[in-house]
């Protein structure tokens, strides 16, 4: 009636190794010991013999390899029903479980659409899914095993994932469920070194900034960290209609995040991609993702318009107008930025001076060849011709 276990790691060595570390046991009793743990162990346990006299780190990595390796296989074998690969299953962007309506409606958490088709598209998803339908989804691609291997030490025995790819090569992100869908964490994962160093930025950021910052806007919390791995809580958000639209109390809260603490020489603190993806609305609350470019120092506004340009390059909103009109206080884009004033105890009659420059050095950031970074650029551009047109007429 006992359970047995999943694994038996059984460490041994030559008989006078053993010996000449601890003569406890004559050396004859050693001797039999080791030979009884090979031949007495029920025929289908699963075992793995270590070599004791290898050097410690070796041994501890070949163990932490056969546990790692026993309990990527518990998540294996909870996909008995296979995988919904969207798009498509020879170039999938997610990795859905086929699974009951309560379990694949919640997996499309994994994704927050930021675009009226993509809104619409998902709440279509979010239908079958509640039907069921996703049960007779044709059959996809599993998640790359390397990225359910190192999410292995941080699974219960009957969880479930839903995995999305990200626009870098060998990055992913996790939703982790229990088995009736509940979202537990959120996983991030890079499997390679260009994508981990990214991911500990990110790990200290929440950890330095996240308790800055004020209601309504919040960080998630880090539940565990490690090279490669950055595993979150997971954040029940509620998708938006106007996603790019700021509202004037997360701007008055990303005031306040900017002037918070201590400060050190000129500007203060940016979350530094503050943008439409990366906050989340729970209903009652906004909780704030992707911190990998966080730092001090940064110019007064450069959060809000870097939200406000973003939604303006990609999303197509605010319009270039809007921008204009808010920076004479007009609108709902100068109600943002007087609000953001506010919160960061500045005046909003300096917001006009601080976007050319915030406009020139973003710049930076962006990659030219990637398509959302060329329509960035040439966002950036045409804004610069219209501001300075502006201020020629002004």
Same mark, same amino acid.
Request: glycine letters at 10%; aromatic letters at 8%.
């Given at each position: ?13 030559? $008989? ?62 909870? /996909? ?35 675009? /009226?088709?993509?809104?619409? $598209? ?12 996703f049960r007779w989804w044709p ?14 030490? #941080? ?5 479930? =994932? $839903? ?49 800055? =910052?004020?209601?309504?806007?919040? %960080? ?13 809580? %997971? ?28 400060q050190r020489g000129d500007g ?20 704030? $993702?992707?911190?990998?470019?966080? #730092? ?91 501001? /300075? ?6």
């Amino acid at each position: 009636v006992l359970p047995a276990p999943e694994v038996v790691l059984i460490l041994e060595a030559d $008989a006078q190794v053993l010996y000449a570390r601890k003569a406890e046991l004559p050396l004859e009793e050693l001797a039999r010991q080791a030979r009884a743990w090979r031949d007495f162990l029920p025929a289908g346990q699963r075992r793995v013999y270590l070599d004791a006299a290898r050097p410690i780190e070796q041994v501890r990595a070949r163990a932490t390899e056969e546990v790692e390796a026993i309990v990527e296989g518990w998540a294996a074998a909870r /996909t008995g029903n296979g995988w919904a690969s969207i798009p498509s299953a020879s170039t999938p962007r997610w990795s859905l479980p086929r699974a009951g309506s309560g379990v694949a409606r919640n997996a499309l958490l994994i994704y927050q659409p930021v675009t /009226t088709r993509g809104l619409v $598209a998902w709440r279509g998803a979010r239908a079958l899914a509640g039907a069921g339908l996703f049960r007779w989804w044709p059959r996809g691609q599993a998640p790359p095993s390397q990225v359910r291997a190192a999410l292995a030490p #941080h699974l219960a025995h009957d969880d479930l =994932l $839903a995995v999305a790819t990200t626009h870098y090569a060998g990055r992913y992100v996790v939703l982790i469920m229990d088995r009736s869908g509940r979202p537990r964490a959120v996983a991030k994962l890079a499997t390679d070194a260009a994508g981990a160093a990214p991911l500990a930025r990110e790990a200290d950021a929440l950890e330095r900034f996240g308790p800055l =910052l004020e209601p309504p806007l919040s %960080a998630p919390r880090v539940l565990a960290r490690a090279e490669g791995l950055l595993l979150l809580e %997971a954040i029940r958000w509620r998708p938006r209609l106007r996603v790019w639209k700021l509202s004037e109390d997360v701007a008055r809260a990303l005031g306040a995040f900017y002037a918070a603490g201590p400060q050190r020489g000129d500007g203060g603190r940016a979350h530094g991609d503050f943008a439409p993806w990366n906050l989340f609305h729970t209903g009652s609350a906004w909780v704030v $993702a992707d911190w990998e470019e966080a #730092h001090e120092g940064a110019p007064p506004f450069w959060d809000v318009f870097h939200y406000l340009v973003q939604g303006h390059a990609l999303l197509g909103r605010p319009r270039a107008e809007e921008l204009v009109a808010g920076l004479a206080g007009r609108g709902w884009v100068g109600r943002a930025l007087s609000a953001y004033a506010q919160g960061a105890g500045l005046s909003p009659d300096v917001a006009r001076e601080h976007l050319g420059p915030y406009l020139r050095d973003s710049t930076r950031y962006l990659d030219s060849t990637d398509a959302d970074g060329r329509k960035g650029l040439a966002a950036r551009a045409t804004l610069a011709e219209v501001l /300075t047109g502006e201020k020629t007429r002004s």
